[in-house]
């Protein structure tokens, strides 16, 4: 006898024994699995908590309340995170940027190094990284333990049934929600999160559309343009509400996107009906906050701020050598710049962003540093030659930006909605090809959204230009 | 041969706790292998951090962990590793989280699988740990959350479960630390076969069903002498499991016997995806 007789055998008892096997089956353990409990459970009568439980998530699920309470529920976190970060971000970044960096460049002229060299280490390496920790770590440390307190209470599975009849008319299927909140820690932690979703079909929409929660490294970007250029245009009391309602806004768009190309993918490329389903709601349990508040700031914090400053040490470098190393009339990233400031402002953006944002591939966290690097060195700015970076706090952030950049509001916003949508970064790339085995489907993972990028500033550009706000 | 008189103190498996030693990362030349599974969200995750001193992610949400974890504790003398498989609510679908656990269980030869079910949700959890007695003897299970059990007002009794299940059950509250040194007991005891597990088997009421598992565990048993799982593996071939017949075919279920372990790839190396456009 030989395996292929042993499953020959299979399938002929199986076709004997008909269709209802499976469902014999699950009978059986059913029956079995309820008399035990049945059996080895008894209860006393006291409900207190189950009706508490009960009258919370009818408050949370409400299909109006429930929305209501999410809006307020993320706007809180992010109103938190951007006034609460406001102060220890600027102090960081007196002592990094102000303080150490001129300490560094003393001990270097101390030292007699040779101007290139401490050019590359102090103005390249060390300003990118110092960057990051200054602008990165305060909000992180703040929005990482609230978000995980919410988890920790139960909440995110609510969010994931209110958002379900939405995923479902759009085709996709309502797990999604769950890995669209992975994404927001990191997409491509979101990416492997997909593999709770059974069907092929809608778990490659779900990592295609990954991409539209914005992740740990775009934060910054977006926090610190909502608070200097949004923010600062509303009065000083609402400021820091205007701000994170510009936040929680994109965030919203980076929803509805994601529920508009799982729709559109799923009437095209990848058609199917969604599939049916059940999310277990499980019981609100008070927090741990001592231990959440530990492992969220040594774990998450710290390990997402110890990947971007890797990502930015050798950036640095990058950018000082691309922008100090002439050819010609100008410095390599000089004609990058040139090269892409006409596409770039036409979307309403410029040379400088897009030369950023093709950098900050291995990492998002990067692109404000490389930005405000490239515009302090190629303005040719007195600032920087004067190291006037040595207190970039927001109005300073803001001068150098608007006078030396050119930026305009429209600058601000189109930068906040290009960084919404634009490819994923190369990690996450990496992990998309791992996940699906396709170069394909990777490779529209990454157009996908950059196309969608292009368009949306283009259009806001080019209305902005015929309404005269830009 | 000397008798040897234990007080209260070393029989207490309090006392043995102290032996536990977290060793994190550090899984080699591990004497036993143990794997965590259960139903989403029961506190598999919570186990095995208590174990291992490590700090996988917990969140209160099912689906979590999506691929296995690996840590590693020493206990009274012994190097176990522990295995932290995805939730799942079954082992007879096929999503890629089921089948990580399914596969881990089945071909992974765990020394002791402990299955962590709810207090608060018994009979839904059961389900789980019925289907994963079919496959292995070897079998703990934490009877997780039973603070929240009490706080609901139910009373699980866990010595009848114990009878019910014939396997250890251990009521915990791993949030809390509780009954961590009473789960080490239970494992230690399993994997050193100085508990000898009699398992609940699932009872077959349609006797012409019974009578075709019957004739396939034969020609199994034919085919693969000394298969250890041979009645599930019937039970999947009749239900037409793909990547069962695929084992049965390229005879790597012959490995089982050998008490090999033929772990395929890391699940996330080989996901096929490909869907037709």
């Given at each position: 006898m030989t395996g292929s007789d042993v499953l020959k055998t299979a399938a002929q008892l199986r076709a004997e024994l008909g269709a209802d096997y499976h469902d014999k089956l699950m009978e059986a353990i059913y029956t079995d699995a309820s008399k035990i409990a049945d059996r080895s459970v008894s209860h006393d009568g006291t409900r207190a908590r189950l009706t508490f439980d009960r009258a919370l998530d009818r408050a949370l699920t409400h299909p109006v309340w429930g929305f209501a309470v999410m809006g307020l529920m993320f706007f809180g976190v992010f109103w938190l995170?951007?006034?609460?970060?406001?102060?220890?971000s600027s102090m960081l970044a007196d002592l990094l940027l102000g303080r150490v960096y001129g300490a560094l460049h003393n001990l270097a002229a101390a030292l007699s190094a040779p101007a290139w060299l401490s050019g590359l280490l102090i103005d390249g390496v060390y300003m990118a990284t110092a960057w990051v920790v200054s602008v990165m770590l305060p909000p992180m440390a703040i929005f990482f333990p609230?978000?995980?307190?919410?988890?920790?209470?139960?909440?995110?599975?609510?969010?994931?049934?209110?958002?379900?009849?939405?995923?479902?008319?759009?085709?996709?299927?309502?797990?999604?929600?769950?890995?669209?909140?992975?994404?927001?820690?990191?997409?491509?932690?979101g990416v492997v999160a997909t593999r709770i979703i059974d069907s092929p079909r809608e778990r490659l929409i779900a990592i295609l559309t990954n991409n539209f929660s914005i992740c740990n490294g775009r934060w910054p970007t977006l926090i610190l343009m909502g608070t200097i250029f949004i923010g600062a245009s509303a009065p000083p009391v609402l400021a820091s509400a205007a701000a994170a309602t510009s936040v929680v806004t994109v965030a919203v768009v980076g929803i509805l996107v994601a529920l508009a190309v799982s729709w559109g993918l799923s009437k095209t490329w990848l058609k199917g009906a969604p599939s049916v389903y059940s999310l277990e709601l499980p019981p609100y349990r008070p927090p741990q906050i001592l231990k959440t508040l530990y492992t969220s700031v040594i774990d998450r914090t710290l390990i997402v701020l110890w990947r971007?400053?890797?990502?930015?040490?050798?950036?640095?470098?990058?950018?000082?050598?691309?922008?100090?190393?002439?050819?010609?009339?100008?410095?390599?990233?000089?004609?990058?710049?040139?090269?892409?400031?006409?596409?770039g402002l036409l979307l309403g953006l410029n040379g400088i962003i897009l030369v950023a944002y093709i950098v900050a591939i291995p990492a998002n966290e990067i692109i404000i540093p490389t930005i405000l690097m490239l515009t302090l060195t190629l303005g040719g700015s007195q600032m920087a030659q004067a190291g006037v970076m040595l207190e970039l706090e927001d109005a300073q952030t803001y001068t150098v930006l608007t006078q030396l950049g050119g930026w305009t509001l429209l600058t601000a916003i189109n930068l906040m909605l290009f960084s919404l949508l634009h490819n994923?970064?190369?990690?996450?790339?990496?992990?998309?090809?791992?996940?699906?085995?396709?170069?394909?489907?990777?490779?529209?993972?990454?157009?996908?959204?950059?196309?969608?990028?292009f368009t949306v500033t283009f259009i806001t550009a080019t209305l902005a230009r015929l309404f005269g706000w830009a | 041969m000397s008798v040897v008189v234990t007080g209260a103190c070393e029989t207490c498996p309090a006392y043995h706790s102290a032996a536990l030693k977290k060793l994190g990362l550090n899984v080699e030349n591990f004497d036993y292998v143990v794997a965590l599974a259960g139903n989403p969200n029961t506190g598999k995750s919570t186990v095995f951090n208590a174990l291992t001193?490590?700090?996988?992610?917990?969140?209160?949400?099912?689906?979590?962990?999506?691929?296995?974890?690996?840590?590693?504790?020493?206990?009274?003398?012994?190097?176990?590793?522990?295995?932290?498989?995805?939730?799942t609510y079954s082992l007879l679908s096929t999503s890629t989280d089921e089948e990580i656990a399914r596969d881990f269980i089945l071909f992974g030869q765990p020394s002791v699988t402990v299955v962590v079910v709810d207090a608060t949700r018994l009979e839904r959890n059961l389900n789980l740990a019925l289907q994963i007695l079919e496959i292995t003897d070897r079998v703990v299970v934490a009877l997780n959350l039973m603070d929240e059990a009490r706080r609901h007002g139910l009373k699980v009794d866990d010595r009848h479960l114990a009878r019910e299940l014939g396997v250890p059950v251990v009521p915990m509250a791993a949030r809390r630390g509780q009954g961590i040194p009473e789960l080490l007991d239970a494992v230690a005891q399993v994997a050193a076969g100085r508990f000898v597990t009699r398992p609940h088997r699932i009872h077959q009421r349609d006797a012409r069903l019974e009578q075709a598992v019957e004739n396939l565990v034969a020609a199994l048993n034919q085919e693969f002498p000394g298969l250890p799982n041979a009645r599930w593996v019937a039970l999947r071939l009749l239900d037409g499991d793909a990547s069962i017949e695929q084992a049965v075919r390229d005879r790597t279920l012959g490995d089982l016997t050998r008490g090999q372990s033929v772990l395929p790839a890391p699940v996330s190396d080989r996901i096929p995806l490909e869907v037709a456009s």
């Open positions: 995170t951007i006034t609460g970060s406001n102060v220890p609230l978000f995980t307190l919410l988890e920790d209470f139960g909440y995110l599975p609510r969010v994931a049934f209110n958002l379900d009849r939405l995923f479902a008319a759009a085709g996709a299927h309502g797990k999604q929600s769950l890995t669209m909140m992975m994404g927001f820690g990191c997409n491509a932690a971007a400053v890797m990502m930015a040490a050798p950036a640095g470098a990058v950018i000082w050598l691309t922008s100090n190393i002439t050819i010609g009339d100008a410095s390599i990233a000089g004609h990058m710049v040139n090269l892409l400031n006409p596409l994923p970064c190369s990690t996450t790339l990496l992990t998309i090809w791992r996940e699906t085995r396709s170069r394909r489907w990777t490779l529209v993972s990454a157009l996908l959204p950059l196309a969608l990028g | 001193g490590l700090r996988q992610h917990v969140g209160n949400w099912p689906g979590k962990t999506v691929a296995r974890a690996e840590g590693g504790f020493a206990y009274e003398g012994k190097n176990y590793k522990l295995v932290d498989l995805p939730g």
